[in-house]
């Protein structure tokens, strides 16, 4: 068996890291938002990726011309399909195209759909009944056919029960984490943390400041939460171990307090924070630096379509 991972966009190495450090697989190939492997543990524990579905088809051969769909439909015609999706369930497509082509998604998913008892189009988006999805991608000649693993894509966390505008997409949440080498023994800081999605998906002695918890304190349990501004933070210095940050980028939302003006109160209380050893995630907009850390590595990643670097620092 053969499992095909999505990423968000930049987070397929952080994918595969996790793949092989937790030991619940081996990569046979990655290409855009994708990793394929073989899984040897329980691939549904994966924090870093969107979802996971069961390779059930590969097909070469896909050019830009809408007749070259039929070969898709074909080889749908081949699978054991009864096998696959049981009987009484409803089936719905989901397609990504990668490059230009003269169909669209939803010609890629209703030429599989088609071919499916139960199946309910997205076309016009339309949103399909709960049921059970099924996963096109095409990259250059080759499309990838899919099935979900689990009933509810793996990025929908069960904790997340409250958000805020702005708030983190769990799967890069868990990638900063790991990222920033987060475990057990450390204090981690979240200093603008909104709906906690950082908190929630590490471990260790968690402490999140922002202007407003309320969304964080629905979500989270067994975390330390309080208000305060994370340009003057109650902590020690030098009591935090590792940091995660999604700052304010003055989009979605607008920074308040002593972070109005620029960022600058906020690198110079977490310098003051820190330990000599910490490690710092920040996920900032393209073209923004994070001041007073030494940069040790740079993740480009896409959030909401635009570009964005998880950087990670040390002191
Ligand atoms: C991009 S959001 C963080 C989202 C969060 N990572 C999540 O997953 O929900 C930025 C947060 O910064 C908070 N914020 C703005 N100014 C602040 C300040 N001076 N001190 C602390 N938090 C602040 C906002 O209330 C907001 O929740």
Redesign the pocket.
Known sequence: MRLLARTVRGLEPVACAEIHERQLGWVESVRHREVVFHPVGDALTLRTVDDVATLVAEVDGIGVSTSDLRRLSAAIDRLEVSEIIGHGSNVDVSASVVGARRFNRYDVEDAVGSRLPGYRSRRGGVRPPDGLTWRVTIEGSLARVAVRLGRAPLHRRPYKVA??????HPPV?AAMARLAGVAERHVVL?????????LGESPGLRVG????VR??AANLRGVTLAV????ALPLADGSVDRVLV????GR?????????ADLAPLWRELRRVVTGEAVVAALLPDGVTPAAFHAVRRVPIRVHGRPAVIHVLAG
Do not use: E, K, Q
């Open positions: 958000s805020v505008p702005g708030t983190l949440a979240d200093p603008c943390c909104g709906a906690g999605t950082t400041f922002d202007l407003d969304a964080a305060a501004d994370a340009s999604n700052p304010p980028w979605a939302v607008r920074p308040g307090g002593g972070l109005t």
